[in-house]
Each structure stands twice: as structure tokens, then as C-alpha cells.
């Protein structure tokens, strides 16, 4: 039973469209966060959620609009799609509290052509 | 957002200890030490994490320097399946936001 799964695992879609990505975690963790790795394979936290309410937004385009329907999805939509979007995206939660673990899900390779 | 330094990589054979170095000289006494890896096309995995003693698990140990301000990851025996970029990283109990930021980590290679 896998404990944070990602939806769908590649996705190769046009400059200009608009797509989602889904994450569920089986966990029963309070906090999810969306996580970007670039080509360079530098991860860059994007957004957090705790209990369906939104704590960071780090520095992120607003055509990426993450939405928690509960605690245990956090899905994360994509308008206008650009060259530059394309990167592996990474699911994650945890407990709240920083002695806590995070787990990860295996990621969303996204390539805008 | 406290900083972490590690080496971009190092090497190890099959089976011998390696010894990962983490330099934090701007700890803060909430802060807690984290590491994660990531083996390749996966997704970041926990390893450990401690605050002030020492730490071990059923992955590798956790070494941390009196003064905090460094800590050493330690696998006992490297296998193959341990070559993975490694990351160390620190968690503010005080923060709100709780968040994992990652670094450059340490490519760790292992030879058989």
C-alpha cells in the first residue's frame, strides 16, 4: 500500500495547456507540501498545506494553484503551461512539528513541448 | 532559513563504512538535524534525524559534534543500493511552516 501517491507519473503535454496533477497520502498526516526538481536536480519547496489551509507559498508563478479538497489530497493545477515548467514534481507529508518524518511520493516528470 | 555544507560527492567501496559530513555553523538550539537521500528516478526517502545525542536506526547512525555545529551520517556497511545523493538538513521546531530545505547534497558513489 503505497503511503504518498502521485497521479499521473509522466505527463508530456503543449506549451499553453492546462493541466492537474493528484497526490493522496494513506497516512493520516496533517501537512502535505509540493515540492519542484529542475534539471538540475535541485528541489525547491513550492507550497505547503496543514490541515487543508495553505502555510507557504514560496516565490511561484500564480498559474500554479495547489488545492486540498481534504488532509489527505493536495492536488496541484497548472495553467498556461510553459517550457519552463517542465521539471519532476514531488509530493510529500508529514506530521506536523519538525522532529517529524516526511514522505515522498515517486514524483510527476513533466515535460511541456 | 538555517544553512547546511556538505561535499558535492565522495566514494566508498562495498560493504567498508562511510562517513557523510554535514557542516551547520548556524544552528539554533530548536533546530533539528535531518537527512534525507535520493536514489535515482525516486522520490526523497527519511534516513534520521536527532537534536543533540546521538542517533541510530536501522539505516545508519547520526553523529552530532558537542557544540552542534556539525554532524556526521554514518552507514555501517555501504551496499550498491545505498549510491544516492544525500542531504542534510535543518528543521526549526520554532518555525511554522515546518518545511524541508534541501541543498546540494552529496553524491555518494559505491564501488563493489
Known amino acids: 500500500d503505497t503511503a504518498v501517491s502521485q497521479t499521473p507519473k509522466y505527463l508530456v503535454t503543449q506549451m499553453g495547456n492546462d493541466k492537474s496533477i493528484k497526490c493522496e497520502q494513506n497516512?493520516?498526516?496533517?501537512?502535505m507540501y509540493w515540492y519542484k526538481q529542475d534539471s538540475k536536480k535541485f528541489l525547491k519547496i513550492m507550497f505547503s498545506?496543514?490541515?487543508?489551509?495553505?502555510?507557504i507559498n514560496e516565490t511561484v508563478p500564480n498559474r500554479f494553484s495547489p488545492k486540498s479538497p481534504d488532509k489527505a489530497h493536495l492536488n496541484l493545477h497548472i495553467n498556461s503551461l510553459e517550457l519552463g515548467d517542465s521539471a519532476v514534481y514531488f509530493c510529500?507529508?508529514?506530521?506536523?512539528?519538525?522532529?517529524?518524518?516526511?514522505?515522498f511520493g515517486q514524483g510527476t516528470r513533466l515535460t511541456v513541448v | 532559513d538555517a544553512k547546511t555544507t556538505q561535499p558535492n560527492s565522495m566514494e566508498s567501496n562495498e560493504e567498508e563504512p562511510v562517513h557523510l559530513p554535514c557542516n551547520h555553523s548556524t544552528i539554533s538550539g530548536t533546530d533539528y538535524i535531518h537527512w534525507y537521500r535520493q536514489l535515482p528516478s525516486q522520490g526523497p526517502e527519511y534516513v534520521i534525524h536527532g537534536l543533540t545525542s546521538n542517533v541510530n536506526n536501522r539505516m545508519a547512525s547520526l553523529a552530532i559534534a558537542e557544540d552542534r555545529k556539525s554532524s556526521t551520517l554514518i552507514l555501517h556497511r555501504a551496499t550498491l543500493r545505498d549510491a544516492a545523493v544525500y542531504y542534510c538538513?535543518?528543521?526549526?521546531?520554532?518555525?511554522?511552516?515546518?518545511?524541508?530545505?534541501f541543498g546540494t547534497g552529496t553524491l555518494l558513489a559505491v564501488q563493489p
Open positions: 538538513i535543518l528543521r526549526d521546531v520554532g518555525g511554522a511552516t515546518n518545511k524541508l530545505i
Open positions: 510529500a507529508s508529514s506530521l506536523e512539528g519538525a522532529a517529524t518524518e516526511a514522505f
Open positions: 498545506y496543514n490541515n487543508k489551509e495553505l502555510i
Open positions: 497516512l493520516g498526516h496533517d501537512t
